[in-house]
């Protein structure tokens, strides 16, 4: 059955029915490459995002990502796994290592490297969150965190925010809030409440308009848990990777009503956590400490699967049950790969870089704001960027099609990185990324800003 793009939600990506896509393939793409995408369509299920896909690789190293016709690509997407860049030679010499002294540790056994990794994430990890469970995938350390939220609690009500994302299984779709994943799929799972984000942008309480945020939604979220009265948990990213920026006082205020209502606060840090905010953890901008962590992504250092569940000491109550109990789940190698990474985070100062390039970046991007109408806002937290393209900055109507327009362009240009929720240039460079190499991007991005409203000036 043929894919309906009107049908087609915009908020996770860009999609791969959109006619731009097939514009750019028509013109970039040669005999090799169109073969290989053929061959890819014929044997993966299609789906939104990733198949029929836009181009093919043939390497990624660093920063960069390099196509099949030898073109080279700033990736400042990169899934989220990137924090230490593509092949980074620590990861790579440690995996080797392990796979040479021991490539796969039988269920039931423990092995030294999966013990020093977890003490080296406890050590990291805010607060008294000192409890470690270890999964293939963040989606299913998200499943982890629901169960142990259960056993916990008692109960079994989630309250989580439309337009996020928790991942790709039944549970976490259920959790998220995008139509992509949720519409037309048959029931979810029962008692997942959903509440606004704190997009101050676009706040459904207009407080743009009113001289400020007064946290009406962090009110409405404490109203749901006063109302429900049997909520388990609370499951947030602590900034949308959009990104929405919440207001310092929002999780605050967050945690006092998860206290005063018996419920947890989750923080999903997937894609946030491992210094990509310019902090070790997101959590730490709003001075607040979760009752769990859900960690994934770069995790296994853009090399391997890992992911993982942190939780507070007196949540070690499951041990007649399994929560987790992945074939995968004390991986050796992924162990190796994820302690190098740690170190590397600790060693090189990436925590640091994308603190002092990501207040660089948002300095630039401003001054495009003051000088392009089609920019309507720019946000961001150390390396975790957002350019919005508006028709009308009064009206706030999305520039769609501009925003896929600077896109495409851009990925001529060597820069690839996705869109978000339709009209945002989402920006998630490495954290390895020098001054000189981000500048560059920055440029082409103003580049495409030029070429794309029409403007005349650089």
């Known amino acids: 059955m043929a894919a309906d793009s009107s049908h087609v939600d915009r908020s996770e990506g860009d999609v791969n029915l959109s006619p731009r896509r097939q514009q750019w393939q028509d ?175 676009r706040c459904l309480w207009d407080c743009s308009t009113r001289g400020g945020c007064d946290l009406k939604c962090s009110n409405y979220l404490e109203y749901v848990l006063e109302k429900e009265g049997d909520v388990a948990a609370v499951i947030a990213e602590p900034i949308r990777s959009t990104p929405f920026v919440p207001p310092p006082e929002y999780w605050e205020a967050v945690r006092r009503a998860c206290d005063k209502h018996g419920a947890l606060l989750i923080f999903d840090e997937i894609c946030l956590g491992l210094g990509r905010t310019g902090k070790m953890w997101a959590s730490e901008h709003f001075g607040v400490v979760p009752d769990m962590m859900v960690l994934g992504k770069g995790l296994g250092g853009g090399v391997f699967p890992l992911a993982a569940l942190v939780a507070r000491d007196d949540f070690d109550v499951a041990g007649d049950r399994a929560l987790g109990h992945y074939t995968h789940e004390k991986s050796p190698v992924a162990c190796a790969a994820g302690l190098a990474t740690l170190q590397i985070i600790e060693d090189e100062k990436l925590v640091e870089n994308a603190r002092e390039l990501g207040a660089h970046a948002m300095r630039r991007m401003q001054a495009m704001k003051e000088k392009f109408p089609l920019i309507g806002d720019v946000r961001g937290v150390g390396l975790l960027l957002g350019i919005e393209l508006v028709k009308d900055r009064q009206t706030k109507e999305k520039a769609t099609d501009e925003a896929e327009a600077v896109m495409y362009r851009a990925l001529e240009l060597g820069l690839s990185f996705k869109l978000t929720m339709g009209s945002i240039l989402t920006l998630t460079p490495p954290l390895v990324i020098e001054r000189a190499e981000l500048d560059k991007a920055l440029d082409i991005i103003e580049q495409c800003l030029v070429e794309v409203s029409g403007n005349s000036f650089r």
């Not at 400042?76 to 790579?92: C, D, K, T």
């Not at 996020?164 to 549970?171: I, T």
């Not at 799929?185 to 997009?199: F, K, M, N, R, W």
């Open 27 to 201: 013109a970039q793409l040669d005999a090799a490459t169109r073969k290989l995408l053929a061959d890819d369509a014929k044997w993966f299920l299609e789906q939104s995002l990733s198949t029929p896909c836009l181009n093919a690789l043939s390497g990624a190293r660093g920063i960069y990502i390099e196509d099949l016709q030898g073109r080279r690509y700033m990736d400042f997407h990169g899934n989220s796994v990137h924090q230490v860049g593509f092949g980074h030679p620590r990861v790579i010499e440690a995996i080797k290592q392990q796979l040479d002294a021991m490539p796969f540790c039988t269920r039931r056994y423990a092995n030294q490297v999966a013990v020093d990794f977890a003490a080296k994430l406890a050590t990291a990890s805010p607060g008294n969150l000192n409890k470690i469970l270890l999964a293939p995938g963040g989606t299913s350390a998200i499943g982890m965190a629901l169960k142990l939220a259960r056993i916990v609690t008692g109960r079994f009500k989630t309250i989580s925010m439309w337009d996020s994302f928790h991942g790709a299984s039944l549970d976490s779709i259920s959790l998220g809030g995008e139509a992509i994943f949720r519409s037309r799929i048959g029931p979810l799972l029962p008692g997942t409440e959903h509440v606004p984000p704190a997009d101050s942008y």
